[in-house]
């Protein structure tokens, strides 16, 4: 079957590329708009046009004498029929200009300026008493000059402004390096070393970049996408941040994106899941460079935000490999497939093949929030140190390596009776990355990026007191703390390739993917075992494989209207799960004589404290059993289509559909249509309707385990039972349907001028059918050996509500600027239906699961930053505001005898409330020369805690996993290296 569809895949392909109908009649003329002409010779031969629109506004030409034309003859044809000169510029970029404005630069850049005569202007630099001059031309990306750039030589005081017509000349002192800015653009640091300086300034603000998520349209920029997209260069956030993990980096830019520790959780301390807008971990869909990348094996459950759903572990690739994110704000299952319901988040690699760089990071928490005297004041030290390297690769290609080396000591904070080593999980994480791409062809490129991480993570459970069935005392006379420890190796690659044929652009890619997660208990004992107990277990784990086939073509019809893009694709994805089993002493109970305990073992031989039975395998984390295991495929294929049309120059119209079957659950049919309106120059509005849905996963279909679940303090043993069990059916529950969307957005953006833009985006998202893991059942009547039992479902029905909004400011002085971006996040979540049928619904879905779930979408989180930059000095300011947070804890179950016989009164101790924090981040970046900078920064300068609740916490501590953390404050240093 896997087979057959790739076959399939890879025949309706070919066919339609090599069988397509040919067309014998003679055209005739069609005259299109020069700017369109020129966009169909770019695509067809990969070159760049640049030109100023106002200059060639009015202009037609003919393209039918260019269909077959080589790139020399287009580039002489273009020279006759119009009135335009075409100048080379190198890197296949070419300038159209009217020659009376041409400003007087060539292709080896030596020209002269409009002030001084071409001998003269001819001449690089000339020595006057020992002095340099250097001159140039500044302009913008339309090759039109900058009146009054400030042309800056580093480290003095001198400096000169551009002319009217962008040139300059200028004295160097000290024949140091040139900074060359102006308001609205991002500077430019350049060594005076050529014949002549041509300097283009970017925009400053990030509305003219080329979208790769969201857009299929190569040529499609953020400020016309009819769908909302956020833009992170990963070199800006540089001086605002510590850039220590994906999920953070992403954290303090985008404002409904949250990534929250987690404490007491197993897995999820280990693998930190991330949510967007509020919605599940498994609800945003993750790309490297435009192309799937696989989830991890864990499913999340217990305390954890995201209970019952698996994430993709953003934190297995290095930042240092990361050039920018791009995250598309809008439901995108008819463009991607699976799991695009509150988004999609695409991780372009880093391309530059001509860097080398090296970053050191030291930092440390401040640890006086724990009571324990005995504990250190600092804590949680943490060292990375990371290189990336480019290099070219053959004629045109390049080849980009990063490696990274992370560990970070555990953190402990104030602790309960039940849980004394309350804090984060310890780790050692080591990764390498690599991205690459080189011309096989002159019209075909090769490419390849992949990866390795491997992870040593280490985090403690809730503690075990000396006078318990779960305690040996001859081991450890005074209690315990079991230490869960993993080992977790993601690995991935891509490797495909791109070209044009027959004017199609065609990508054609594999893309590979795995997370193996094992788990290893240490500082524990099987308490059946009794004094002959080992400490340390292997306790089985699991993992994930996914394969994925792609091919997709592209093609753009410059003819249609004002230009229709047409993209369409097919896909096979090949997806395996597996559980399996550790060693036999981690799962299994023991009798009095060393036996495995089965149904026949007498009950006078189990081992017993103070009259209870002790419970068998490792504490902590029991270890997976052979019955546990599991070992399960299956494949979906998929076809989609989706067109962007310019209706007209103010007017963008993009329809998708996107088609899918599933090999265990059946088909989905999805659909998506989105426009954007330039209602003035600097305007444009924006509206997007889809529907979406999301397959349930393997591990939601198929995982189960026995394991000890703390609830309101007091160790029960829980069973998680598979969806395909027989046993889940007995309760009602059905096999696992795929979860369903509807997506509504709105936006509008506002380009107030080249220093100043604001945005605003409004979203509605309705999902039918989220799988939620249950709330435990009465398992006695089952005979399992276990109290609870628990299930995933299809358990309620959402909607999400929310806005987010974007101001950006920018200031600009001789030589320093000031940059100001105001964020933020406004969201509502509703629990519109709960489908718990017959069961009990407080059991099924309670009001303590119903708080829990709707705590993962904070009402609002605003984020505030101020970068000021004077010279080799920076300083970054971050100011954070949460909102206020409700959860319910175990009280909630307690016998309500225990409060006055009042319900009210047992809700009211059981809500504990976490109050609206602001945290302040600060970062100072001091550059020593060209090639090194230091940095030293906080965050969350002055040590702000949640609100300290009790005991009752699904933690063990005093705080639950809430968005602003529980470790106070984080101080580093850090040491920046570029050659």
Known sequence: MIYRNTYYLISVVFLFLFFKPTHVISQEPSYIPLADAL????????????????????????????????????????????????????????????????????????????????????????????????????????????????????????????????????????????????????????????????????????????????????????????????????????????????????????????????????????????????????????????????????????????????????????????????????????????????????????????????????????????????????????????????????????????????????????????????????????????????????????????GYNFKNTRAYAFSRPFDSERNVQSIYPNGFN?????????????????????????????????????????????????????????????????????????????????????????????????????????????????????????????????????????????????????DRTRTSFSFYLDTEIDVTKKWILATAIRYENYSDFGNSLNTKIATNFKVAPNQNLRFSFSTGFRAPSLAQIYYNLKFTNYIDNVPTESFLIANNNPITRQFGIQKLREEKALNYSLGYNYRISNSMSFSIDSYYIYIKDRIILSGNFDATVLNTNAENVQFFANGVNTRTFGTDFKFNWLKKWNISDLKINLTGNLNNMRITRINYKDLDSEIFFGAREQYFLKASAPDYKIILNTLYSQGKFSISNTLTKFSRVELLDWQIFNPVSNYNNSEEERFQAATDTYKSKYTLDTHISYALNKNFSIQLGANNLFNTYPTKQGGNTDSGGLWDAVQMGSNGAFYYSKIFANF
Do not use: C
């Not at 277990?537 to 093609?555: E, P």
């Open 39 to 450: 966009e169909s010779i770019s695509v067809k031969h990969n070159v760049y046009f640049t030109y100023n629109p106002l200059t060639i506004k009015s202009a037609t030409i003919d393209i039918t004498p260019f269909e077959d034309l080589s790139l020399q003859q287009a580039i002489f044809l273009l020279k006759k029929l119009t009135p335009f000169e075409l100048e080379y510029l190198g890197n296949n970029y070419y300038v159209v200009f009217k020659p009376k404005e041409h400003i007087g630069y060539n292709n080896d850049s030596s020209s002269a300026t409009n002030h001084q005569t071409k001998k003269k202007d001819s001449i690089l630099n000339y020595t006057t008493s020992n002095k340099k001059i250097v001159r140039g031309v500044v302009l913008d990306r339309y090759y039109q000059p900058i009146h009054k750039a400030n042309v800056i030589e580093n480290n003095t005081a001198n400096g000169t402004i551009s002319r009217t017509d962008g040139t300059f000349e200028l004295e160097l002192v000290k024949n140091n390096s040139l900074t060359i800015s102006h308001v609205g653009f991002s500077s430019e640091i350049v060594i005076p070393n050529q014949s002549y300086l041509k300097i283009i300034l970017k925009s400053g603000v990030q509305l003219d970049e080329v979208l790769v998520v969201g857009s299929r349209n190569s040529k499609r920029k953020i400020i016309n996408s009819p769908v909302s997209t956020d833009i992170i260069e990963v070199k800006n956030v540089a001086k605002k941040s510590d850039l220590l993990e994906v999920n953070q980096l992403i954290q303090t830019e985008i404002p409904s994106f949250n990534a929250t520790k987690q404490s007491g959780s197993d897995g999820a301390d280990h693998i930190v899941p991330a949510t967007y807008r509020g919605l599940g971990p498994d609800q945003t869909l993750v790309l490297i460079n435009g192309k799937r990348r696989h989830q991890s094996s864990l499913i999340n459950l217990y305390g954890t935000r995201g209970r019952g759903n698996s994430g993709t572990d953003l934190n297995a690739i290095p930042t240092s490999a990361i050039k920018r994110i791009e995250i598309l704000k809008d439901g995108a299952s008819a463009q991607y497939g699976s799991d695009a319901i509150a988004g999609v988040i695409n991780i372009v690699l880093k391309d530059n093949p001509n860097i080398t760089s090296s970053n050191s990071t030291l930092g440390f928490y401040n640890a006086n929030m724990n009571s324990d005297s005995k504990r250190k004041v600092i804590d949680g030290l943490t060292f990375k140190t990371e290189v990336n390297y480019g290099a070219p690769l053959n004629k045109n290609g390049f080849i980009n390596l990063s490696a990274e080396f992370l560990t970070k000591g555990h953190t402990f904070r104030e602790g309960t009776i039940t849980r004394k080593n309350y804090g984060d999980a310890a780790v050692s994480n080591s990764s390498i990355f690599l991205n690459a791409e080189t011309p096989i062809s002159t019209k075909v490129k090769a490419y390849f990026n992949g």
């Open 482 to 630: 079991p230490l869960i420890t993993s080992n977790i190796s993601d690995k991935s690659f891509t490797v495909g390739v791109k070209g044009k044929f027959n004017r199609w652009n065609i990508d054609f890619s594999n893309s590979y993917g795995s997370n193996y997660f094992h788990y290893y208990i240490k500082e524990t004992l099987n308490a059946t075992l009794l004094e002959n107990s080992p400490n340390e277990f292997d306790a089985g784990g699991h993992s994930l494989n996914q394969n994925i086939t792609n091919i997709d073509l592209t093609k753009q019809f410059s003819g249609v209207l004002n230009g229709l893009h047409l993209a369409l694709g097919l896909e096979n994805k090949i997806e395996n799960y597996k559980i399996f089993a550790g060693e036999e002493s981690s799962y299994l109970s023991y009798d009095l004589n060393g036996n495995p305990v089965n149904a026949s073992t007498p009950s006078n031989e189990l081992p017993v404290y103070n009259g209870i039975i002790r419970p068998g395998g490792s504490q902590g984390f029991p270890g997976y059993a052979p019955n546990n295991e599991v």
